[in-house]
């Protein structure tokens, strides 16, 4: 098993960038594709990105692409979370999440483990 816990969120105002962080534990970290997703209040639990085991391909929902990277470091158990030109749209809370059995996969079904969660707020 895995435990995750976020870091880096905050309130910012629009145009601004913030880095997330998501600490696993467990010495299996890099057997887990990683997921960061959101939630916004009244809405779904909604796919941002994907990162695979090995760490060399991502994947992005349309809707940041271009403006977050999804990044990990498997030899500290880490992934991060950039998050570039923040716009009121991306309040929300961001849970990271880990995927044992496939990769890349934008289903929130799909991943296994979960953290707590950080907020991030952008203002206007």
């Known amino acids: 098993q895995v435990q995750l816990v976020e870091s880096g969120g905050g309130l910012v105002q629009a145009g601004d960038s913030l880095r997330l962080s998501c600490a696993a534990s467990g010495r299996t970290f890099s057997n887990y594709a990683m997921g960061w997703f959101r939630q916004a209040p009244g809405k779904e639990r909604s796919f941002v990105a994907a990162?695979?085991?090995?760490?060399?391909?991502?994947y992005y929902a349309d809707s940041v692409k271009g403006r977050f990277t999804i990044s990990r470091d498997n030899t500290k158990n880490m992934v991060y979370l950039q998050m570039n030109s923040l716009q009121p749209e991306d309040t929300a809370v961001y849970y990271c999440?880990?995927?044992?059995?496939?990769?890349?996969?934008?289903?929130?079904?799909?991943?296994?483990?979960w953290g707590q969660g950080t907020q991030v707020t952008v203002s206007s």
């Open positions: 999440a880990a995927d044992l059995y496939s990769d890349l996969s934008p289903a929130v079904a799909g991943y296994d483990y």
């Open positions: 990162i695979s085991r090995s760490g060399r391909s991502t």
